[in-house]
């Protein structure tokens, strides 16, 4: 590790020599003398994939115990959707600050930062409240927890073309980027395993179709509990415990980021990650001028915008049609983990030279999947095809794999278009947006009587919009091409990435 120490504070815009310093531009560079593959990498991107794990799963907290929060604290259905929502409205405000700690200051400090975040919002919960405090408190960590998942949602890019070569990236990219997608899945598991339910449903045959009135009957019959002091205090001391867990573990992983965690390696992997990026100002106007980052902006974020919230209040959705909070949460698992899985198998595939020059046909497959996925649970949904457990989990869970697996291809196809752009801005624009469709969606909830059937055609018809702008996308490999060279001038590459720039303005 030695050389090691001088990086932890260096930024991600600097050039590298041998020894990790700023190296002269003037020499001619080759991949064997001034690029390496260290095997902490995969430490690194590990580290960073927990972070994103912790800070998806604290923002996942309340969706899937909604029905026993509601209970014990007064909360309404928009009261739980808020939570996220006002989480994606933080992160928005901040994406950019956390984009330039990234790319100017080092990722160190923005990943340490974020921890701390995290153990903050996490902590403050565990304090004894009344009920009406502690939903002050409760919004307060939503807000905290959403700023800290800047750098954990929008880093994958960066870290991946900080620690890993050409051949490793989308891999890398997906590794990082899926872990944020594993801990919302684990909410799913661990609130309704550590808060016991509040309604209980029947289980349903796999045949057996479902009518909104025998839904009301049930209902009805539950209403007894909902003035038993004894059973709401239980509730409460559950809801405790779940959050002793997340500000424990939260913490546990700090220390160890603390303990190390470098901005970058000595030396770099690629012969592009020695290429310094453009400045953060030049960036990010650049970057607001190039018509195909915009394509791929809205192809990205708009249906995984309004996936990931819809997700959050599928216990809700699926109420209406006799699913239990822990079978939606069940439901949301699988349909998450299978994402997750697609998503690097995808990701791996994509880094073979067969596919690395055709990412763009892998999109149209996904996208394709995942909008006859939806049609099917939505046709389920509205009793229109006969009602069954096994087709509903079935729909569920293609939808979770096709559309998560969109995501690592997006950011690399973003980067890969947008370089020498900073991977911290390119991402960090992609994730803003992201964030701002969810929080549209949640918004919705506000409306007065506006039920849960509309949430699953809104997710469909998110996806089937996005073919117009993915069709318009011109997909280019700018970052891809300096790493395939051999031999490579700094002055010269730096030269042409500003021509590069110029190009992608007029597009």
């Given amino acids: 590790m030695n050389g090691s120490d001088n990086c932890d504070r260096e930024p991600i815009l600097s050039e590298y020599t041998e020894n990790g310093s700023i190296q002269d531009t003037n020499k001619e560079a080759t991949s064997d003398s001034i690029t390496a593959v260290y095997a902490r990498r995969w430490y690194m991107v590990m580290m960073f994939s927990l972070l994103s794990f912790m800070q998806s799963a604290v923002w996942n907290t309340w969706g899937p ?7 014990v604290y007064g909360w309404s259905d928009f009261q739980v959707g808020m939570f996220g929502s006002i989480a994606n409205i933080a992160f928005v405000f901040t994406a950019f600050p956390a984009a330039w700690v990234m790319d100017v200051v080092g990722l160190r400090t923005g990943v340490v930062g974020c921890s701390i975040l ?33 750098v954990p949602f929008s880093g994958p890019p960066t870290i991946s073309a900080l620690w890993f070569p ?31 339910e509040y309604f209980y449903f029947p289980q349903l045959n796999k045949s057996e179709s479902i009518n909104q009135s025998s839904v009301h009957d049930l209902l009805s019959d539950n209403q007894n509990n909902l003035t038993d002091p004894f059973h709401i205090q239980s509730q409460k001391h559950d809801i405790q415990n779940l959050m002793y867990i997340e500000f424990a573990c939260s913490s546990v992983l700090l220390v160890a980021l603390l303990i190390y965690f470098p901005s970058r390696p000595p030396k770099p992997p690629s012969l592009s990650a020695s290429v310094k990026r453009l400045d953060f100002k030049n960036g990010i106007c ?94 389920l949904v509205a009793n229109i095809i006969p009602f069954g457990t096994v087709q509903l989990y079935i729909a569920t869970i293609m939808g979770g794999v096709f559309i ?18 900073a991977e911290g801005i390119t991402t960090g624009m992609l994730t803003l947006f992201n964030n701002l469709f969810g929080s549209l969606f ?19 018809g998110s996806i089937v919009i996005v073919y117009p702008p993915l069709i318009l996308f011109k997909e280019k490999h700018g970052r891809s091409a300096v790493d395939t060279e051999k031999h490579v001038n700094i002055q010269d590459t730096q030269q042409n990435n500003q021509s590069v720039i110029g190009a992608h303005v007029n597009l």
């Fill in 118 to 150: 995290v153990v903050i919002a996490t902590g403050i919960r565990c304090i004894p409240m009344s009920n009406s405090m502690f939903t002050w408190v409760a919004n307060i960590s939503s807000i905290l927890n959403g700023i800290a998942g800047t």
């Fill in 442 to 460: 949640i918004l919705m909830l506000a409306i007065n009587n506006i039920g849960t059937a509309w949430m699953n055609w809104v997710l469909l």
């Fill in 65 to 71: 115990v909604a029905d026993t929060a509601q209970a």
């Fill in 404 to 421: 998560n697996s969109t995501v690592p291809l997006s950011y690399e196809l973003a980067v890969e278009s947008c370089y020498p752009i």
């Fill in 166 to 196: 050409m051949e490793e990236r989308t891999t890398a990219t997906a590794i990082a980027a899926i872990f944020s997608y594993v801990g919302s899945a684990t909410g799913f598991i661990v609130g309704p395993l550590v808060v016991k």
């Fill in 286 to 379: 650049n970057l607001v001028k190039n018509t195909q980052f915009w394509f791929i902006l809205f192809a990205y974020a708009l249906p995984t915008g309004v996936y990931g919230t819809w997700g959050t209040v599928i216990d809700d959705n699926l109420a209406a049609v006799g699913v239990s909070q822990k079978e939606a949460g069940w439901l949301s698992f699988y349909s998450i983990i299978g994402g997750a899985i697609s998503a690097l198998a995808v990701a791996w595939l994509a880094d073979k030279p067969f596919l690395r020059q055709h990412v763009k046909i892998v999109l149209y497959i996904l996208i394709t999947g995942s909008c006859l996925s939806v049609i099917w649970f939505c046709l």
